[in-house]
């Protein structure tokens, strides 16, 4: 078997050399046996005791933009998780409180509604569970709870802002963390060309980044590790 090998063309983000099979199946006929496992989901899963509303995402928001969650009113979730970053910092390492370097880069947030660990380490199973540690760290935010709920409390948008969004559970840490759970789950990739090409769309992406797919699959065994329509196993 002849392999001519090249570099992937800047349409595809697969980050792999591309292998031209000769003789073998067309590149699209090979790659069918792949597809099914990385199709994008059609609804965002919503915990039964946070689902999605307005008024959660119009105060999550406000909060993950918000640099009075810190200690030193200056540091909001969006610093190490900015939008015109893909939601990272461009940073090899986060700067966190007194702008000092911390030990580990800053991961980005998108499409982490389906993520099954969180940090790092992978101690926190729910966006609610995660969203208060960078908040409390003394390193990074460097609020504590207590001051985080006496400083919201006293502002008048925030008191009605709780109030509409969970109107039964009043301003607490759960609530906070809560709400920016629901923002955070509103951060979801756009379509690509590659999921265009998925959905039925044969010329979407190029023959050699379809034969670069059956090899991120098959001989390079990058879907080991970066699996399903995210690319990550969360590992």
Not at 41 to 54: G, K, L, M, R
Not at 77 to 88: E, I, L, R, V
Not at 174 to 179: G, M, R, S
Not at 191 to 205: H, T
Request: with cysteine; hydrophobic share 40%.
């Amino acid at each position: 078997m002849k392999v001519v090998r090249g570099l992937l063309g800047p349409a595809v983000c697969f980050g792999i050399l591309v292998v031209q099979v000769l003789g073998a199946e067309p590149a699209s006929t090979e790659a069918a046996r792949f597809t099914s496992d990385y199709l994008r989901p059609s609804s965002v899963p919503q915990p039964a005791d946070n689902a999605w509303s307005p008024a959660r995402e119009r105060l999550g928001r406000a909060l993950f933009f918000d640099p009075r969650l810190s200690g030193s009113n200056w540091i909001s979730c969006a610093s190490c998780h900015n939008p015109g970053f893909a939601w990272g910092d461009g940073l090899p390492r986060a700067v966190g409180d007194g702008m000092k370097t911390l030990g580990r880069r800053t991961p980005t947030i998108l499409n982490l509604a389906w993520a099954e660990s969180l940090f790092w380490d992978g101690r926190a199973g729910s966006l609610e569970e995660q969203a208060l540690g960078p908040i409390q760290a003394e390193g990074e935010m460097n609020l504590s709870l207590d001051r985080l709920t006496a400083k919201l409390g006293a502002v008048d948008g925030y008191r009605t802002m709780f109030k509409d969004a969970y109107p039964n559970e009043g301003m607490t840490p759960a609530t906070v963390a809560k709400a920016i759970a629901v923002f955070e789950r509103t951060v979801v990739s756009a379509e690509a060309p590659f999921d265009r090409w998925l959905a039925g769309n044969g010329s979407a992406i190029s023959e050699s980044a379809q034969r670069g797919f059956v090899v991120f699959n098959q001989e390079g065994r990058c879907a080991t590790c970066h699996s399903g329509w995210r690319f990550t196993d969360d590992s």
